[in-house]
């Protein structure tokens, strides 16, 4: 099956969960910008930002969803803040393959990410973070897929029938 989704979407709305599971389900590689940026760097998230600062970090991130975005069957699972970046948001606008929105509401966000550490962007005021970026996570998808208070299954079944339906019209 030649088929790539990708996933977008604030930290803590289930990317990671969410890509891990549909792969496993559909026999499908999935690729993880925040990991292919890690695996390059040889250094943590928290690292690579006090090391290179966030501009680095976000210069390896748009170098790890080219990358990605050449694998062909995958998930593909991108960092909250990909879209932050014009160039991102032109590579995922572009793309004719699914490209989802995951949205949580902040209570929901709270919960997931309690006593997250690896997330230097999850701060205090991360709220004022999430409604500065909540346009550029609608400009850059093509579907949107609410997940708060739905169980991983539903989930992923909501993302197969997304995956069906484009495969029919192709
Ligand atoms: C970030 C989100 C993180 C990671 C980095 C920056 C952000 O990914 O890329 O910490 O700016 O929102 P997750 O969304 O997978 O937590």
């Given at each position: 099956m030649n088929y790539q989704l990708v996933l977008i979407g604030f930290m803590g709305a289930g990317k990671t969960t969410l890509s891990q599971?549909?792969?496993?389900?559909?026999?499908?590689?999935?690729?993880d910008t925040d990991e292919l940026?890690?695996?390059?760097?040889h250094m943590p998230i928290n690292e690579i930002f006090s090391q290179e600062g966030e501009a680095g970090f976000r210069q390896r991130?748009?170098?790890?969803?080219?990358?990605?975005?050449?694998?062909?069957p995958a998930i593909i699972a991108t960092g909250g803040g990909i879209i932050t970046q014009a160039n991102n948001r032109q590579v995922l606008q572009s793309l004719t393959v699914p490209v989802v929105l995951l949205t949580?509401?902040?209570?929901?966000?709270r919960?997931?990410?309690?006593?997250?550490t690896d997330r230097p962007l999850f701060k205090k005021d991360w709220p004022s973070l999430m409604a500065k970026r909540n346009g550029w996570y609608?400009?850059?998808?093509?579907?949107?897929?609410?997940?708060?208070?739905?169980?991983?299954?539903?989930l992923?079944?909501?993302?197969?029938?997304?995956?069906?339906?484009?495969?029919?019209?192709?």
């Open positions: 599971a549909l792969g496993r389900a559909n026999g499908l590689p999935v690729l940026v890690t695996q390059q760097a991130e748009h170098l790890a969803l080219l990358h990605a975005l050449t694998s062909k949580a509401s902040p209570a929901e966000i919960r997931r990410l309690a006593g997250t609608t400009a850059s998808a093509n579907r949107v897929l609410p997940t708060t208070g739905r169980a991983i299954s539903e992923v079944q909501e993302l197969q029938h997304i995956m069906e339906e484009v495969s029919i019209h192709d």
